[in-house]
Structures are given as structure tokens and as C-alpha cells.
């Protein structure tokens, strides 16, 4: 679906989490970690122009009519078994990964 996702779970099994975000986002994916994974990939200056306009795609195609984006699951954890989500992240991140990847990304993005 052109997104990125985890699973808070892996955090307390201490292993990899194959589903990613399957019950807690959409399709396993998530605007959180989606964003988090734009933001770190337009960083490194990214070659793969395809996966940055599918991941920017996800996030504009997942923005609720009222601006903000759809509150998901668990964003993280502490001491192994704490969850925690802060909702601004769902708002913060997508705009500034959006932002990112145009200033980075600037003749790609527009194509979305």
C-alpha cells in the first residue's frame, strides 16, 4: 500500500514483528511510521524515487477530510510492556514528512 509499519509487540517479544501494523493501522502500515521512514529515507538522500512517491501518496491518500490524519494504534513503548501515543504525532510527522521529502524530492513529488 505504499506505507510502513511496526508492531508495538515487538518491543516485549523482543522479535521481529512480520505483520507490521495489521491490527492497528491500515494493512500494516501506519501514517506514524510511514512518516518516520519518509523522514529518515529523504535524510540519507534516497534513491529509490518510487518508494518515497508511495509513501508520500499513502500519507495524502490516508488525510481525513478535516485535515488531520486517522488516530491508530500504539506509536511506542517503554519498560516492555508500556504502550504509549501521543496524538499530535499523527498530525506533526505527516506534515513534516510531506514537507521533507518536497523540499528533497521536488520534481518527484509533484507527480504524485
Not at 495524502?60 to 508500556?82: A, H, K
Not at 504502550?83 to 518527484?108: L, Q
Amino acid at each position: 500500500n505504499g506505507g510502513w509499519g511496526e508492531d508495538f509487540t515487538s518491543c516485549y517479544d523482543k522479535t521481529y514483528a512480520p505483520n507490521g501494523m495489521q491490527a492497528y493501522g491500515d494493512g500494516g502500515s501506519g501514517v506514524v511510521n510511514t512518516s518516520w521512514a519518509l523522514l529518515a529515507l529523504s535524510m540519507g538522500k534516497c534513491s529509490d524515487r518510487a518508494a518515497i512517491q508511495k509513501g508520500v501518496r499513502y500519507l495524502m491518500e490516508r488525510q481525513l477530510s478535516s485535515g488531520d490524519w486517522p488516530q491508530e494504534g500504539i506509536s511506542g513503548v517503554f519498560n516492555r510492556s508500556v504502550g504509549i501515543t501521543y496524538t499530535s504525532y499523527r498530525n506533526v510527522f505527516p506534515i513534516w514528512a510531506i514537507g521533507r521529502c518536497i523540499a528533497v524530492y521536488e520534481e518527484d513529488i509533484g507527480k504524485v
